[in-house]
């Protein structure tokens, strides 16, 4: 019997294996769960595989999208729905990184302990950190053209504002969008899921290495004659700038002071301070991935070195990364989570996570030449009534096409604690057109937000 | 988003369901835990059968009815004389308490009494009698003799269940079922029809008329029945919400599979009856198969369901019992080949028939059973049949049923890839349901699975996860696991191997069935459709796992604790006492 005995044990292989099974099952359930309660098959908040319980609000309880009858109901306002269009998404589910796709399991009040479940009645309001009225301040201000525009709160990480062109009503989608020219890329949120070549604006990446690996960078001089023959390539300015200091490098940006700089940083400095600054990665904004850009190291001592350390060749930036940049050199060198989704009155007490990008030190003298660049080259009385902080960039893209506007910086104003990033598609110059429309929106927000 | 106020008598409800969700694991989690600990913990207490001395002096306790004499170190009476064969001897007791000794084939021969026992039959022996084994002289002694107990033995455990008691266990189940009674109703307020009240009264009743039953037997042990009738209100639960119209039916069948599991526990008191019935039984079975075979009606792709004079039901639920009987042997018959090569057939025919009629799901099962059976029967020594019969079995199973098993492999791990189709239809809503319910459950009667195909069935598990929420699902499982696991901790302290097999077979069922419902309606197994033991609904289920549990209960030899095994043997060495006996009112 003792032999049987030691037999029946081998009944406990089919106990293992429902006991593992249902554990691998649990653990599934935990990772899992919310992807699960949020497939459109889930009839408690589905209906006819249209979600049909919650709501997306502005943070100032504007709503953006509500469930209706027969699918879901956008903002009565026109212009309110192409603004948000890529925050919210559309009904189809074509945006991936609108609300209405990316926030599902908050829209359907998930939480694993519940489930959906909600004495009332299903589902959630998820309150984006977005402001309408900033939405539509830039909608207006990119007037139809390509790009994007996103504004940032700096001490919060609440993304206040991000609008993206080409844009659609979700009320009236259009058919065959991605055979029509007029629509092309209109599923993509510029602003977070694209990348740019940076132009001028990437000089801020080569001036913060500049400022931790050269010694004597505030007390060095350079000559600019215009051009620079580098490897038998030549890197050239608008103008001969003439003798320059650090800070008028940077507040004329330029090229051929910036080209000797990256030379003599090399190409490994300079990817170093790309991936830090994480142009190179992705950063989340509340699960939505950023996309990444790009940063490829030229020989040292070639042309493209230089090139790249002036923000051509092959590099390539996420205008929400060069956003979270500007951001941390706004914060004192850390840049707070972004966040789309308004936090709940008790997360607030806490201080958003933070990163640090750049010493304290980097920050403030960044801070300082961002100022000088305003006051010398972009004109304080462009931009009235704002304590403004910025960098430019007029993007060279080939063939023949007018080069990308960006304009990137923030501001100090009290109340107002925004950092911005705009791109205007073949714009044209980067401080006269992207710089006018990130007025527009600072204006707005100077009354608003 | 409903506007519901406080002030509204929907309102109140509301609240009611909205608490009652947190409230019920806890009974449910006490249950589970209390009947584990006391199955899994509580003390077995040795009963002694008879002794053998040894030719110097020494007493060998008999703890088992089947006793094997000899050399190796895992025989039950263990003497390292090398003229011993390593399994030399059995002594074995029928359940009349008629002892025979038996040659295992030794190379130095047994006499009993000076004759000499041939191989096969045995030799009779009575208390007093001399087996002589060639070199050893031994002096057997039943237990019919009364023997001052050996120094030094423990006094018998007044109560093996220790602080639990099985009948606070039982009302702790009460109140669970109770709760899961309102809730149930709550969820159907707008038309509640009397049924679901009557089911869960019944319930209860039914469950307190077995404990009564029990009680009335001189028995104390009802865990494993307290169990069963947790998984039982779990998959009532499942059926007030998918069914209501079918609850009184679903009585029935409960009333029915707890008459079945006292009958079968009864006729397996006495093992003479039991070992003698076991292959016209195991025949009954086979023809009840064959039967199905040529008048069984299809659905829903397998050809299992059978019609006799207007009742409908699945032959291969109750076959389960009948292959189990058939499996089972005494220890004299494990040692003759013959007999587990016409079990390796006998199961080899009930799987290709389930094949043929292409219910996938309870040929996996059956052969399931088979290898656990075939491995206590053979251990090693008839690994090669082992070997052989799975490889034909599975042979058969892929040929048989080819394109179909081929779909079910196919699709298996991918059913978010076909949320629309064959392949992932059903578990993907099962898997968004359970999601839905999280921990807690939206409460009994307030899904949306049972409108999926099946829900109450072969989904069963994400159902109880949706309206119930995952404690008390896996609590379902940990209850199944339960039961089984005593399966085979009371083979440690069992009489026969004829109940070792009958509830690690049991117990293999159980607990094979319980993982491809669980795992395979949530994507982790190929999806075979087979059902969750006493949770899903249906009638020919339900009732052959009552029956399958009574060979369990058979297992149990605590003192005093099962009304399936006869009393008998010293407790730990008092002579006559059985345990619990004196104490039957304590509870």
Redesign the interface.
């Known amino acids: ?12 292989l ?2 293992a ?3 593992g ?2 554990c ?3 653990a ?2 935990a990772l ?6 949020s ?7 589905y209906s006819g595989g249209k979600i049909a ?1 919650g709501e997306i609000t502005d943070r100032n309880g504007v709503v953006l999208a509500s ?1 209706a009858k027969n699918g879901i109901a956008f903002a009565d306002d026109e212009k309110l729905r192409l603004a948000c269009l890529h925050v919210t998404g559309d009904a189809a589910g074509n945006i991936g990184t609108g609300a209405l796709a990316a926030f599902k399991s908050r829209l359907i009040g ?8 909600a ?5 959630d309001t998820v309150a984006l950190t977005v402001d309408a009225r900033l939405q539509k301040a830039a909608y207006d201000a990119l007037a139809g053209r390509r790009g994007c525009i996103i504004v940032s709160n700096y001490e919060t990480g609440d993304i206040a504002c991000a609008v993206s062109v080409p844009t659609f009503d979700p009320v009236s989608p259009p058919e065959r969008a991605e055979l029509d020219a007029r629509y092309e890329g209109v599923y993509i949120n510029r602003a977070i899921s694209s990348a740019y070549v940076p132009g001028s604006v990437f000089k801020l990446v080569t001036s913060a290495a500049a400022i931790e690996n050269i010694g004597d960078i505030y007390s060095r001089v350079f000559e600019c004659g215009g051009s620079v023959d580098i490897g038998g390539d030549t890197v050239t300015c608008t103008q001969p700038h003439g003798s320059l200091t650090f800070e008028d490098a940077l507040a004329v940006s330029c090229n051929v002071t910036f080209a000797r700089l990256s030379l003599e940083l090399g190409a490994d400095t300079l990817a170093r301070y790309a991936d830090k600054f994480g142009f190179t990665g992705t950063v989340s904004i509340d699960g939505i991935k950023t996309a990444k850009g790009g940063f490829r190291k030229g020989e040292e001592g070639s042309p493209e070195l230089a090139w790249s350390g002036v923000g051509q060749y092959d590099d390539t930036v996420c205008p929400a990364a060069m956003l979270r940049l500007v951001s941390a050199v706004a914060a004192g060198g850390s840049a707070p989570q972004f966040r789309l989704v308004s936090r709940s009155a008790l997360s607030r007490l806490f201080p958003p996570a933070a990163e640090r990008l750049l010493e304290a030190d980097t920050a403030r003298q960044l801070a300082l030449m961002m100022n000088y660049n305003v006051s010398r080259t972009y004109g304080a009385s462009n931009f009235p009534g704002l304590e403004l902080y910025a960098k430019s960039g007029t993007a060279e893209v080939g063939g023949g096409r007018q080069p990308h506007a960006w304009f990137t910086g923030y501001i100090t104003n009290d109340g107002c604690p925004l950092a911005f990033t705009a791109v205007v598609e073949n714009g044209g110059s980067g401080a006269s057109v992207a710089g006018a429309a990130v007025n527009a929106v600072l204006q707005e927000a100077l009354r608003v937000y | ?4 106020g406080l002030g509204s008598a929907d309102g109140i409800l ?2 009611i ?2 608490v009652l ?1 947190y409230v019920l694991p806890i009974p449910a989690l006490l249950v589970v835990a209390r009947c584990a600990v006391s199955l899994l913990c509580g003390k077995h207490g040795d009963a002694t059968w008879g002794y053998l001395s040894l030719p110097n002096g020494a007493r060998v306790p008999l ?2 009815w ?3 004499i000899g050399r190796a170190r ?3 009476c263990h003497m390292s004389y090398p003229s011993l064969s390593r399994s030399h001897a059995a002594v074995i007791r029928d359940s009349a308490g008629a002892w025979r000794v038996y040659d295992l084939g030794s190379k130095g021969g047994v006499r009993v009494n000076g004759e000499s026992v041939a191989p096969g039959p045995g030799h009779d022996i009575k208390s007093g009698g001399l087996i002589d084994l060639g070199s050893v002289q031994l002096v057997f002694v039943s237990s019919d003799d009364e023997l001052p107990p050996l120094a030094g033995d423990a006094p018998p455990p007044r109560n093996w269940a220790g602080k639990i008691k099985p009948g606070a266990t039982a009302a702790l189940l009460t109140e669970f079922q109770l709760m899961l009674g309102i809730q149930a109703c709550i969820a159907k307020a707008d038309a509640l029809t009397a049924a679901v009240p009557f089911a869960f009264a019944s319930l209860i009743a039914i469950m307190w008329f077995c404990y009564a039953m029990t009680r009335a037997m001189g028995r104390q042990g009802f865990e494993i029945e307290t169990l069963a009738f947790f998984l039982c209100s779990v998959g009532l639960s499942a059926a007030a919400s998918s069914a209501p119209e079918a609850l009184l039916r679903q009585t029935g069948f409960l009333a029915f599979g707890v008459f079945l599991f006292f009958a079968v526990g009864w006729f397996l008191r006495d093992l003479n009856r039991a070992v003698r019935l076991r292959w016209p039984i195991g025949a009954l079975g086979a023809v009840m198969l064959a039967i199905n075979l040529a008048l069984g009606t299809t659905a829903f792709g397998a050809k299992n369901w059978l019609q006799i004079g207007g009742v409908s039901f699945q032959p291969s639920e109750f076959v389960k019992i009948a292959f189990v009987f058939a499996g089972a042997a005494t ?1 004299d018959r494990l040692f003759a080949k013959r007999n587990l090569l016409l079990f390796i057939a006998y199961a080899g025919a009930c799987v290709t028939a389930l094949a043929a009629m292409r219910d996938f799901g309870s040929a996996l099962v059956f052969f ?1 059973a088979f290898l ?1 059976i075939a ?2 029967r053979s ?1 090693d020594a008839a690994t090669v049949f082992l070997s052989v019969g799975a490889a034909a079995f599975a042979g058969v199973l892929a040929a048989s049923a080819r394109s179909h098993i081929a779909a079910r492999f196919g699709s298996w791990g991918h059913a ?1 890839e076909n ?1 629309d189709a064959a392949g992932g239809f059903q578990q ?2 099962a ?13 009994s009667g ?3 699975l049972w ?1 999926v195909f099946a829900a109450d069935t072969d989904l069963v598990f994400a159902m109880t ?2 309206e119930l ?2 404690v008390i699902a ?1 609590a379902s ?2 209850a ?2 339960a039961i ?2 005593f ?2 901790r009371a ?2 302290s ?1 009489r026969s ?1 004829f109940y ?2 009958g509830a ?1 077979a049991a ?2 069922i159980l ?2 069935q ?2 491809l419902n ?2 395979g309606s ?1 994507d ?2 190929p999806f075979t459709g087979v059902t969750l033991p006493f949770i899903s609904r249906g009638g020919s289920s339900l009732i052959s796992c009552w029956g399958l549990l009574a060979f369990i209960k058979a297992s149990d030899t605590r003192p005093g604790a099962s009304f399936a095994a006869v009393r008998g043997g010293w407790q730990n060495g008092e002579p006559k006492s059985f345990g619990g006996g004196t104490s039957d009112d304590t509870y």
Request: proline fraction near 1%.
């Open positions: 019997m003792i032999r049987i005995k030691r037999r029946a044990l081998s009944a406990l089919l106990a294996l429902l006991v099974g249902t691998a099952y649990a599934r359930f899992s769960g919310g992807r699960w309660a497939s459109y098959v889930n009839q408690a908040v319980v469930p998930y939480d694993i302990a519940n489930g959906v479940y004495r009332g009645g299903y589902g | 988003m409903g506007g519901i509301s609240y369901t909205l969700r703890r088992h089947e006793n094997i895992d025989a039950d220890l399931s656990i491995f206590i251990g978010w949320t993907t809503r898997m968004a349901a359970a999601a839905s319910g999280g921990l807690f459950g939206v409460g307030n899904g949306w409108r996860c949706e929420g995952l896996i499982v940990l199944i696991t089984s696991a399966a085979v083979a440690a069992a191997s070792v097999i690690c117990a293999s607990l094979f319980s993982a669980v795992l949530n982790l197994l």
